[in-house]
Nanobody, 123 residues
Framework: VQLVESGGGPVQAGGSLRLSCVAS????????MAWFRQAPGKEREFVAQ????????YYSDSVKGRFTISRDNAKNTLYLQMNNLKVDDTAVYYC?????????????????WGKGTLVTVSS
């Protein structure tokens, strides 16, 4: 699976952005998907995940209630709607695929990665 993120950019605190991740190659709908992020000088961290059919989702405590993960299997696209952005949300955001929804968590366990899109939140 090839993954390409887009939608990042500069935004002021309190603003919103929607990230997209377009998949090609193997069947997108076969995979559970996730968003991770990596801030400067920090380790890559889990943000949100979604099951292959979109019925199950899970969020990190830091984004719960502000971010929404979704997918459109007909368009081979994963989304991350980010609202009420904070300066601490500044990071490169990556989408990633895993064959097993229950195994998502550790970045090292993901099967495929995109190259990331930068989100910069200013105060």
């Amino acid at each position: 699976v090839q993954l390409v993120e887009s939608g990042g950019g500069p935004v002021q605190a309190g603003g919103s952005l929607r990230l997209s991740c377009v998949a090609s190659g193997r069947t997108f709908s076969s995979y559970a998907m996730a968003w991770f992020r990596q801030a400067p000088g920090k380790e890559r961290e889990f943000v949100a995940q979604i099951s292959w059919e979109g019925r199950r989702t899970y969020y990190s405590d830091s984004v719960k209630g502000r971010f929404t993960i979704s997918r459109d299997n007909a368009k081979n696209t994963l989304y991350l709607q980010m609202n009420n952005l904070k300066v601490d949300d500044t990071a490169v955001y990556y989408c990633a695929a895993h064959s097993d929804y229950e195994q998502i968590g550790d970045p090292n366990d993901m099967n495929y990665w995109g190259k990331g899109t930068l989100v910069t939140v200013s105060s």
